[in-house]
C-alpha cells in the first residue's frame, strides 16, 4: 500500500497488521519534512530514507510498531518523550511540548503507554495510540484519571480531525473520537481507578 493523501501538505502510509506496523504522517513544509512515527515494516523504513528533505521525526510512544524503524532510518533530528528514548536509544526528549513552525508535539495523558506524544498541524491532531486503552492482567483497561485527563485535553485543541493510528480510516472527526472516548469515561464505578474498555481498542 502506498502514500494516502490528507491535505495538499499531510499524507501517510496506513499501518500494517503482518508485521505489525504504526500508520506513518508525512507533514513538508519547504525543504523540511516531519515525520510522526516510523513504525517497523520496510515499507516504511524505505519511504522514510526516500526523503531528500530535511527530517524531524516525532515518535508518538514506545511500542515496536510505532518505533522500531528509529533505528534503521536517517533523519536529521528525533524528538520523543524520555520513556521512547529509553527504547529508541536516540534522539531528544520532549518534556512538555515542543513547537516546530506551525506543528505542535506535545505530551499527553493516556492510559496505552507511558509517555505519549501527540502532533498538531492545523485542523489536525495525530493520537498515535493514546485515545486506546492499556493492557493490563489480560484485559484492556483505561485509567479512570488519565482517560478523563485525556478529554479535557483534547476537548481544548482547536482542530477538526483526529489521526487514530491503526484503525481503518485513519482519519476520524473530532466529534466521533470524543463521544467514543466520553462513552468509555461514562463507565466508570466511584472508588474504581479503571474501567474496562468497551469496543473496538488496540
Ligand atoms: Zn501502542
Known amino acids: 500500500m502506498g502514500l494516502i493523501e490528507i491535505t495538499k501538505n499531510i499524507s501517510y502510509l496506513p499501518a500494517s497488521e503482518d508485521p505489525l506496523s504504526s ?16 513504525g517497523a515494516n520496510d515499507e516504511a523504513a524505505e519511504m522514510i530514507n526516500g526523503i531528500a528533505n530535511e527530517k524531524i521525526v516525532v515518535i508518538s510512544h514506545f511500542h515496536e510498531d510505532h518505533a522500531a524503524n ?36 506535545l505530551t499527553v495523558p493516556s492510559s496505552h ?13 495525530f493520537l498515535g495510540d493514546c485515545a486506546y486503552a492499556g493492557f493490563k492482567h489480560g484485559k484492556r483497561l483505561y485509567n479512570v484519571y ?5 478529554i479535557k485535553l483534547l476537548e481544548g485543541l482547536d482542530v477538526k480531525y483526529f489521526g487514530m493510528s491503526h484503525y481503518k480510516n485513519f482519519i476520524y472527526e473530532r466529534e466521533t473520537v470524543l463521544t467514543m472516548l466520553r462513552e468509555q469515561y461514562a463507565k466508570r464505578t466511584a472508588g ?3 474501567i474496562e474498555a468497551i469496543g473496538r481498542s488496540r
Open 23 to 38: 500508520d506513518v504522517v508525512f507533514i513538508t513544509k519547504e525543504n523540511k519534512t516531519y515525520i510522526f512515527d516510523v
Open 70 to 105: 528509529a533505528e534503521r532510518i536517517k533523519f536529521d533530528e528525533l524528538y520523543a518523550s524520555k520513556e521512547t528514548i529509553k527504547h529508541t536509544h536516540t534522539g531528544s526528549v520532549i518534556s512538555d511540548k515542543i513547537v516546530f513552525d506551525d506543528i505542535i508535539a
Open 113 to 125: 503507554a507511558k509517555g505519549c506524544v501527540i502532533i498538531v498541524c492545523g485542523d489536525f491532531a
Open 146 to 150: 488519565q482517560l478523563g485527563q485525556l
Open 192 to 194: 474504581c481507578d479503571f
